[in-house]
T-cell receptor
Framework: DADVTQTPRNRITKTGKRIMLECSQT?????MYWYRQDPGLGLRLIYY???????NKGEISDGYSVSRQAQAKFSLSLESAIPNQTALYFC?????????????FGQGTRLTVV | AQSVSQHNHHVILSEAASLELGCNYS??????LFWYVQYPGQHLQLLLK??????LVKGIKGFEAEFIKSKFSFNLRKPSVQWSDTAEYFC????????????FGTGTRLLVSP
């Protein structure tokens, strides 16, 4: 089983709809992140969370919100989806408190807004 | 602003050719450096990482990278590529070790022809 699981894997939604992307992890990590990937732009950080009570905006948080329901769960919401939010979304986790650690990624959610 | 530059956006090689992908970052402090690979339709996987010590690091699948602090570079190399190395490669920098706010380059698409 994957350590970082994203659901759904693929989603097509209409402009203006609310949609939630979910991420759960079994690695026991404190830190969780949401990135979006666009062709030619690499990965950009949307939101990150150091623990359940600590949520922070990344570089492109406008139009998104998040919820850290538990240490293992971090969901990303698009309150009113728009076509330029069509992208591949990745959830990631890392170990909190460690100086040198790496991020572990989920398999991604491909979102299309029509 | 801190940034990560990958100079080659698309690279086409024949099998057995040598590979070098450039990565430069703009940040004067301590960094952790990573190369991730994304095979078609899959999530990001860690190829190799540099935290400290020997600047020549070896990763999986025969890849290696060299950290040159004076040049702010972390180039990825492989002596002889295979068709299965066809993928997109991302350089990433953690500008504040322990914070895990990864900054990604825009990626390099590698196509290896048989």
């Amino acid at each position: 089983d994957a350590d970082v699981t994203q659901t759904p894997r693929n989603r097509i939604t209409k402009t203006g709809k609310r949609i939630m992307l979910e991420c759960s992890q079994t690695k026991g990590h404190d830190r969780m992140y949401w990135y979006r990937q666009d062709p030619g732009l690499g990965l950009r950080l949307i939101y990150y969370s150091f623990d359940v009570k600590d949520i922070n905006k990344g570089e492109i948080s406008d139009g998104y919100s998040v919820s850290r329901q538990a240490q293992a769960k971090f969901s990303l919401s698009l309150e009113s989806a728009i076509p330029n939010q069509t992208a591949l979304y990745f959830c990631a986790t890392s170990e909190g408190g460690a100086l040198n650690t790496e991020a572990f990624f989920g398999q991604g959610t491909r979102l299309t807004v029509v | 602003a801190q940034s990560v530059s990958q100079h080659n956006h698309h690279v086409i090689l024949s099998e057995a050719a040598s590979l070098e992908l450039g990565c430069n970052y703009s940040y004067g402090g301590t960094v952790n450096l990573f190369w991730y690979v994304q095979y078609p339709g899959q999530h990001l996987q860690l190829l190799l990482k540099y935290f400290s010590g020997d600047p020549l690091v070896k990763g999986i699948k025969g890849f290696e990278a060299e950290f040159i602090k004076s040049k702010f570079s972390f180039n990825l190399r492989k002596p002889s590529v295979q068709w299965s190395d066809t993928a997109e490669y991302f350089c990433a920098v953690n500008l504040n070790p322990g914070f895990q706010k990864l900054v990604f380059g825009t990626g390099t698409r590698l196509l290896v022809s048989p």
